[in-house]
Nanobody
Framework: QVQLVDSGGGLAQPGGSLRLSCAAS????????IGWFRQAPGKEREAISC????????DYADSVKGRFTISRDNAKNTVYLQMNKLKPEDTAVYYC??????????????????WGQGTQVTVSS
């Protein structure tokens, strides 16, 4: 059974940084991507980044491109999201999720299959 545990959220000042972690268990190599999503109050869950299993490539939403970096440590079964130059509009609950068979890439949330519990990120001075 696949389980994801995301962590690393907290309070950051505008312009600051945070690193989120997504630790996976029960995950074999037979999955297409691990992605990061976020959901602000009253808004739909937004796909912001993913790392694809087939070639290790990464995809980013325009809203975070150039500021966020996704990476993975296969030995630790962990995917990271390094968030730099944070803005107040980055405030949201952040979730990691795995795409088991939809083909990878930055897909809508309903095309990801297993989810972490979420971690709150607040950007405020």
């Amino acid at each position: 059974q696949v389980q994801l545990v995301d962590s690393g959220g907290g309070l950051a000042q505008p312009g600051g940084s945070l690193r989120l972690s997504c630790a996976a268990s029960g995950l074999t190599s037979d999955y297409d991507a691990i992605g990061w999503f976020r959901q602000a109050p009253g808004k739909e869950r937004e796909a912001i980044s993913c790392i694809n299993t087939s070639d290790g490539s990464a995809d980013y939403a325009d809203s975070v491109k150039g500021r966020f970096t996704i990476s993975r440590d296969n030995a630790k079964n962990t995917v990271y999201l390094q968030m730099n130059k944070l803005k107040p509009e980055d405030t949201a609950v952040y979730y990691c999720a795995v795409d088991l068979y939809h083909g990878g890439g930055l897909r809508p949330w309903w095309q990801y299959d297993v989810w972490g519990q979420g971690t709150q990120v607040t950007v405020s001075s």
